[in-house]
């Protein structure tokens, strides 16, 4: 929502305009430093003229003043961060920050997390620790195109939220916890809840709010919210309330067009526990137990038994065999209305990916499903890409990772090809395992069908096995082509079918 990108520019602003501010630069190359976050001739310390002096040989620094920490390349430090005072920590050039212990924010901190490229992230293995009126504010990649997936992610093992602690995460970001999200804010007072603001990603395996504590999310249309994920439960305890709410709040539609998962069990130990949908549609796995009480408002609404994840994906593997064929192997933990899955395959550079197969689904399950697609095409180029897509009833897709598989390159010796011919759209590469050609000169020509019309030539191109023939072939008309690739001591001649 807004109020976290409002959030982050009036924080960041009081940062760099405060008279107190100190500045702490990572940078491994420094004379004597070794590697560490404690060693003190890693780091490139200043302040603002007027400031508080810097008192401390590497960041978090004085608890009194602002402090911002850069980070431009990998840095993991040994054990649990307790921040004393507000900090911004910039992740600089596709860097990763770990911490191995807890992350802390107390007695009203304000700490922001800003990764400033698509690839920053960090890591904590232990747990994110909000309390006592603190707030954490994770902002990502501020280039990042609304098309584009999020991969500026926080991940740690758990969450621990107490009275009036506040995470929030921008549009460009996303927090995963692998273990529990617990809220502990036991003051009998709605206003002492624990927020988390979401407008990019939150992904929790479990949630538990304790008796008596309140927890609310507030959820944007465009965010993705999984409170709880098929492995995990959302346990509500004593007279506890959780609250989703859109953004009706802020001059919004009331639609319920934000959307929430709940795919865990869910349980309770008492009957006064409450979950309200506000302006929120939220799909549960199970049914709510009795004990705990649903309510609705602003066009909110629930759908019990209901998962909007058609597939839980559980692995999957691409592996050449000994007679060179492929054996694709992908399983589920969970499907729900899954349609199908194709097979894709791609021969260059992981794009340009072509359904090869199909393997039908088992639809409905709990229980986990193994699947398993041969590719037995001869070999073309040195490597494969592959990748699953999953279709379900409605015609929704997911796709899974891609992996590559290398082909042994010793029996393609004294080859050469052109692919993908016939070619169906702009890519077109040659793949040659010549000595003649490796590391020598070379010259490509394409012409003509009738061998005689020169169109396009490379001159004295330096062999490196693969040569990008992709903007020929985009000015290309359908028919039939001759390509000639020349060397010192070899040459090889080609027809290309372009359709």
């Known amino acids: 929502m807004i109020r976290v990108t409002l959030l982050f520019l009036v924080f960041t602003s009081l940062i760099q305009e405060h008279v107190f501010a100190q500045n702490y630069l990572y940078n491994s190359s420094n004379p004597g430093c070794t590697g560490v976050w404690t060693d003190g001739n890693c780091w490139t310390s200043s302040q603002i003229p007027g400031g508080c002096p810097v008192t401390n040989a590497f960041p978090p620094g004085n608890a009194n003043c602002e402090v911002i920490i850069t980070i431009p390349e990998d840095l993991s430090y040994p054990g649990s961060m307790d921040f004393p005072g507000n900090t911004s920590v910039f992740i600089d050039n596709d860097s990763k920050l770990v911490f191995t212990g807890d992350v802390s924010l107390s007695n009203g901190i304000a700490l922001t997390i800003q990764m400033n490229s698509s690839n920053s992230t960090m890591d904590i293995g232990g747990a994110m620790r909000i309390t006592g009126s603190s707030t954490f504010a994770v902002v990502g990649d501020p280039g990042r195109l609304p098309s ?41 007072n709605s206003l002492d809840k624990a927020v988390i603001d979401v407008d990019g990603s ?23 919210v999984i409170a709880s994920d098929t492995d995990g439960t959302l346990e509500m305890n004593g007279n506890s309330s959780l609250t989703f709410i859109g953004d009706y709040d802020e001059g919004g539609d009331a639609d319920g067009a934000s959307v929430v998962e709940v795919g865990g069990q869910m349980d309770t130990n008492g009957s006064g526990a409450s979950i309200m949908a506000d302006d929120v549609t939220v799909y549960t796995c199970y049914s709510f137990p009795d004990g705990i009480s649903t309510s609705v408002d602003h066009s909110g609404r629930f759908f019990e038994d ?3 994840l058609p597939v839980v994906w559980k692995d999957f593997s691409a592996v050449l065999k000994d007679d060179q064929k492929v054996h694709i192997r992908w399983s589920t933990t969970k499907e729900w209305e899954s349609s199908h899955f194709e097979i894709l395959r791609s021969l260059h550079f992981a794009d340009d990916f072509k359904v090869i197969g199909k393997v039908e689904a088992v639809g409905w399950t709990d229980i986990g499903s193994e699947y398993f697609f041969e590719d037995a095409s001869p070999w ?13 009833l409605d015609g929704e897709e997911e796709l899974t990772k891609v992996v590559s598989v290398k082909f042994n390159t010793l029996r393609m010796k004294n080859t050469c090809v052109l692919f993908p011919n016939p070619s169906h759209g702009n890519k077109l590469y040659i793949e040659c395992h010549l000595e003649a050609f490796l590391g020598k000169p070379v010259h490509v020509y394409l012409y003509g069908g009738n061998s005689s019309t020169l169109l396009y030539d490379k001159q004295t191109v330096i062999y490196e096995q693969t040569i990008d023939l992709s903007d020929w072939n985009a000015r290309l008309l359908p028919g039939i ?6 060397g010192e001591n070899d040459n090889r001649v080609f027809k290309l079918i372009k359709r």
């Open 306 to 308: 209901q998962c909007i």
């Open 481 to 486: 082509y001759i390509i000639h690739i020349r």
């Open 202 to 224: 939150f992904i929790t395996t479990s949630i538990i709010v304790r008796g008596n504590s309140d927890l609310e999310f507030r959820v944007s249309e465009e965010a993705m």
């Open 380 to 392: 073309i180029g040195s490597r494969r890409y592959y990748q699953v897509r999953q279709v379900d």
């Open 148 to 188: 584009e997936d999020i991969t500026s992610i926080i991940s740690a093992g758990n969450l621990f939220m107490g009275s009036r602690g506040s995470l929030t995460i921008d549009s460009n970001s996303g927090v995963l916890i692998s273990g529990t999200t617990d809220i502990q804010t036991p003051g009998n």
